[in-house]
């Protein structure tokens, strides 16, 4: 690991009828590097294309997580509570449309990777989601 955390950025591309987002970073003199699939390129035309932010940013999570791979983890929940008024949908539903419309965003520009010396993941497991 190295001590370097990388700062990692998912860029729209495609049309509005046809959206596309590819995963890119910076190198060591902030030249663009983008991800392949199996690695970074310098050459764009090589990056993968997804679907959807929600497919990059796990892309984004797996580079991050090689970059903290051997520091000590500690873990909190806050919960978060989703409040649905109608009838009442099926869990997969719920879960399913979570995955798609929901973001969490860490303005991790303006208030860093994490508080002193940490980095920080929110990760929403919605496959931990109930009822209440």
Not at 8 to 18: A, Q, V, Y
Request: hydrophobic share 45%; charged share 25%.
């Amino acid at each position: 690991m190295s001590d370097e955390i990388p700062m990692l950025s998912i860029i729209k591309k495609g049309s509005r009828g046809f959206p596309r987002v590819i995963v890119a970073k910076g190198d060591e003199f902030r030249n663009p590097l983008y991800w392949t699939g199996s690695g970074w390129s310098a050459a764009e035309a090589e990056a993968m294309v997804f679907a959807n932010a929600n497919d990059a940013s796990w892309v984004c999570h797996d580079v991050l997580m090689l970059a903290v791979s051997n520091r000590p983890i500690h873990r909190f929940v806050a919960p978060i509570y989703i409040e649905l008024y109608g009838d009442k949908p099926k869990l997969a539903d719920l879960k399913q449309w979570l995955e798609r419309a929901m973001r969490i965003v860490v303005d991790t520009p303006k208030h860093g990777l994490g508080p002193k010396g940490t980095v920080g993941f929110v990760i929403a497991d919605v496959d931990e989601m109930k009822a209440v």
